[in-house]
């Protein structure tokens, strides 16, 4: 099993910054890769990507910084300059390539965490 957990969501105000973590954790396999981004949703709007390791939204592109730790399989999002528009649920996702325990490829798996909210007052 693949699993993310995200934390750091809170209630800033607009200017504000927040750090968002996202840790990556595996059972029952060998060894798994974590490839993490950051996706959001708004109410009454559809997921959308925020960044990876590769890249950023548009909308948010030189007020975000992504950031990991691969010996911890945590990737974190730092967010600065916090608008009221940046009001959503943030989510992490994986997508990991496993092995078993006899070292044979287990598959490919992708995974969401269950969210962590950010609300900008203005």
């Known amino acids: 099993q693949v699993q993310v957990v995200e934390s750091g969501g809170a209630s800033v105000q607009a200017g504000g910054s927040l750090r968002l973590s996202c840790v990556g954790s595996?059972?029952?396999?060998?060894?798994?890769?974590?490839?993490m981004s950051w996706y959001r949703q708004a109410p009454g709007k559809e997921r959308e990507f925020v960044s990876n390791?590769?890249g950023y939204a548009d909308s948010v592109k030189g007020r975000f910084a992504v950031s990991q730790d691969n010996d911890m399989n945590t990737l974190y999002l730092q967010m600065n300059s916090l608008k009221p528009e940046d009001t959503a649920m943030y989510y992490c996702?994986?997508?990991?390539?496993?092995?078993?325990?006899?070292?044979?490829?287990?598959?490919?798996?992708?995974?969401w965490g269950q969210g962590t909210q950010v609300t900008v007052s203005s």
């Open positions: 996702k994986t997508k990991s390539f496993c092995l078993d325990s006899g070292g044979y490829p287990a598959g490919d798996f992708v995974a």
């Open positions: 595996q059972s029952g396999y060998t060894y798994c890769t974590f490839s």
């Open positions: 390791s590769t």
